[in-house]
């Protein structure tokens, strides 16, 4: 398993990292998101999205349970979509919703709360662990199949000057 470890200090490192994100995602790509409440799971997506092109507001989906945006990646269209599953309470409900279908390999998917989904939610390729570490964050993220292999091969942070 590769991984990357590193520290956001600030909000312009956690978008520098959403920036690098977006410069290194596929279609297809499963990446969930852990940590505690206020870890910058969405302050992370948001900035991936931003980076990526996206020109609107972007909310954290707590209510709503998925987002969808629509990115360039590449020069392609590609659509991300961003799920937060905190408040679902059984894994039937991500199911019942026709969630699993998003996961066809070429949608971008960014799960917050993926463990709120097992057994049903599809496996990561990427896993991006955050926790709160004394005025900012503690960021790894691990590559779990060949798709996440290509992206954390494909991301340079941090970015080099």
């Known amino acids: 398993m ?4 590193a520290y956001l200090e600030d909000e312009s490192a956690t978008q520098a990292l959403g920036g690098a994100l977006a410069r290194a995602v596929v279609p297809g790509l499963v990446i969930y998101l852990h940590g505690d409440l206020g870890a910058g799971k969405t302050a992370l ?18 209510y709503t349970l998925s987002e969808p945006y629509r990115i ?18 059984s894994p039937e409900e991500f199911l019942d919703a026709g969630f699993r279908e998003d996961f066809d390999g070429s949608n971008i998917c960014i799960v917050e709360w993926p463990e709120k989904g097992e057994p049903v939610l599809p496996p990561p390729d990427v896993r991006v662990l955050l926790t709160v570490s004394g005025h900012g964050r503690a960021v790894e993220l691990q590559a779990l199949s060949d798709l996440g292999l290509l992206c954390l091969e494909r991301l340079h942070y941090p970015p080099t000057p």
Do not use: C, F
Request: aromatic letters at 4%; hydrophobic letters at 35%.
């Open 45 to 62: 997506t948001r900035a991936l999205l931003h980076a990526a092109g996206h020109k609107g507001a972007v909310k954290s989906p707590t």
């Open 2 to 5: 590769q991984q990357l470890n």
């Open 72 to 89: 360039s990646l590449d020069g392609q269209s590609v659509n991300l979509i961003h799920y937060d599953l905190y408040r679902m309470s």
